[in-house]
C-alpha cells in the first residue's frame, strides 16, 4: 500500500473523538448526579447572596468566619503591596518568599512539631507526598470512608493497598497482622481525622497505637480537625493528646483557617525528605506571599481570639440538638459537620432546593461521594452565625423536613 493510502484508510476510522463528554454529562443528568454551581455574589460569610436571594449558609467550610476577619484579609492586603499578585515560580526555584517561611514556622509552633511544609492544596499535598511515603514493596493502608484525595495519593503510589473498615482500629490491627506475614520494606497507615461526609473522628488515639506496635507509618489528613478540635483548635492530635506520635499531619488552610493552602507539619526529616520528592510541590508554581500572609494571620486569630472556637461548638451543639429534636437522623457526627440523612440522591436534591426556597443553603452530597443509598444533605456550622440564624434554618428543616415526610 502507498503511505498516501494508508493515511487515508487512517482518517476514514469512524472514532468520534469527543461524543463521550456529552453522553457522560447527560447521564448525569439523567440520574440526577451532575452538580449545578450556585455563584456566590458576595464574600462567604454567615449569610451570603447567591441568585439574588440573601441565604443563610450551610455548607461552606469556613468554620470560624476567618475568611472575614479584619486581620485576616489586611495582611493579604500589606503582603500585595510589598511582594506584588504572584510568587513568578515554584517554591524551589524563585518562588520562596519571607511570607513562606514565616507561616511555616508560625505553623510549625502552632501544630507543635519540629517543621512544616506549604502546599498549594490540601489535595496537592495528599497526591504528591502519599506516593513518596510509600512505593514498591512497601504497604498502604487507607480507611475505607478516607477523603478522594488521599484515595488518589494511594493510587499514585507502586505500593501494595490495604482497606480496613470505618473507624475501626481492631480491623486495622488485624490488617497489620496479616502484613507481618510478608516483608513490607514501610507500612504507611492513611486516615482522616474528622470525616468530611460524616463528621466523626478517627481513633487516631488507637491507631497511633496499633502503628507503634506495628512499626507502620502514621498519615493523618486533619483537613477538618484544624482550627476545630483540641486546643485552641490544634487539631486531632491535641484532641487525643498524642501530640509528638503522629508522623505526618496533614491539613489545610481552606476550611476554618478561612484562606487557601495545604502543608504538611512533622519532623525536620520528614520535610526535607517531602520538599525534595513531592512533585506538586516542586513542579507547581508556589502561592502569591499575600495567601502566607492572611493564613498566618488566621492562625495568630485562632490563638488569640478563642471566642471563635467556643461560639462553633455552642452553635453546633445547639443546631445538632434541634436537628435531632424534629427527628432528623444526623448519622455519627460529632463535629460541627452534621448530615442531615436523606437515602434516596433525588430526594436529598429536592430537600435542598426547598430548604434555598427558604433561604437556607445547604448541599445535597450524593454518589460518588457517598454510597448510592446514602444521600444527605450536609450542614456545616459556621461562629457567625447568631442563635436566631440557627432557629431560622431549624424552622426552615422541619417545614422542608415534614413536607418531603423524612420527619
Ligand atoms: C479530608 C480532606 N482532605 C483534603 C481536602 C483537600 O483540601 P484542599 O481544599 O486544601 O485541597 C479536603 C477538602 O475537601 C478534605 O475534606
Avoid at 449569610?47 to 484579609?73: A, E, G, Q
Avoid at 505553623?107 to 499535598?125: H, M, N, V
Avoid at 461521594?369 to 450542614?379: E, F, G, Q, Y
Wanted: charged fraction near 25%; glycine fraction near 8%.
Amino acid at each position: 500500500m502507498l503511505l498516501s493510502e494508508s493515511l487515508l484508510s487512517q482518517r476514514s476510522i469512524k472514532r468520534d473523538p469527543r461524543g463521550f463528554l456529552r453522553e457522560e454529562y447527560n447521564r448525569l443528568v439523567s440520574e440526577e448526579l451532575d452538580w449545578r454551581i450556585r455563584t456566590l455574589t458576595t464574600n462567604s460569610g454567615p449569610w451570603s447572596v447567591i441568585s439574588d436571594r440573601r441565604v443563610l449558609v450551610l455548607c461552606s467550610n469556613n468554620y470560624l468566619n476567618l475568611t472575614n476577619h479584619p486581620l485576616v484579609k489586611k495582611a493579604a492586603i500589606d503582603a500585595i503591596e510589598k511582594y506584588g499578585a504572584g510568587s513568578g515560580s515554584v517554591r524551589a526555584i524563585a518562588g520562596t518568599m519571607s511570607p513562606h517561611v514565616q507561616l511555616e514556622k508560625a505553623l510549625a509552633d502552632y501544630k507543635r512539631t519540629e517543621a512544616s511544609l506549604a502546599y498549594s492544596t490540601g489535595f496537592a499535598a495528599n497526591a504528591g507526598l502519599i506516593p513518596q511515603l510509600a512505593g514498591e514493596g512497601d504497604l498502604i493502608i487507607s480507611d475505607e470512608l478516607n477523603h478522594g484525595s488521599i484515595i488518589d495519593g494511594v493510587r499514585l503510589s507502586r505500593a501494595e493497598r490495604a482497606v480496613y473498615k470505618h473507624s475501626d482500629a481492631e480491623d486495622l490491627g488485624r490488617v497489620l497482622n496479616e502484613a507481618e506475614k510478608k516483608n513490607y520494606k514501610h507500612i504507611l497507615i492513611a486516615t482522616d481525622g474528622v470525616f468530611s461526609m460524616d463528621g466523626d473522628i478517627a481513633p487516631a488515639d488507637r491507631i497511633v497505637k496499633q502503628a507503634e506496635e506495628h512499626g507502620a507509618m502514621t498519615y493523618i489528613d486533619d483537613a477538618h480537625g484544624d482550627g476545630v478540635l483540641g486546643e485552641s483548635g490544634r487539631g486531632i492530635t491535641s484532641h487525643f493528646h498524642i501530640e509528638g506520635r503522629v508522623d505526618v499531619e496533614m491539613g489545610t488552610f481552606s476550611k476554618a483557617f478561612g484562606v487557601v493552602g495545604g502543608y504538611v507539619a512533622g519532623s525536620r526529616d520528614l520535610i526535607n525528605y517531602a520538599l525534595n520528592k513531592s512533585r506538586t510541590w516542586l513542579l507547581s508554581a508556589s502561592h502569591p506571599a499575600s495567601v502566607m500572609a492572611s493564613c498566618q494571620a488566621s492562625l495568630e486569630v485562632v490563638q488569640k481570639e478563642p471566642e471563635h472556637l467556643r461560639k462553633l461548638w455552642n452553635n453546633t451543639r445547639y443546631f445538632k440538638d434541634g436537628l435531632k429534636k424534629l427527628g432528623f437522623n444526623t448519622g455519627s457526627s460529632e463535629t460541627p459537620i452534621t448530615p442531615v440523612m436523606v437515602g434516596d440522591s433525588s430526594k436529598a436534591r429536592r430537600m435542598s432546593e426547598m430548604l434555598f426556597s427558604e433561604n437556607v443553603f445547604a448541599l445535597p452530597i450524593v454518589y460518588p461521594m457517598v454510597a448510592r443509598d446514602k444521600a444527605r444533605i450536609r450542614t456545616i456550622m459556621n461562629a457567625g452565625h447568631c442563635s436566631q440564624d440557627l432557629d431560622y434554618a431549624l424552622k426552615a428543616f422541619e417545614k422542608v423536613g415534614k413536607s418531603l415526610g423524612i420527619i
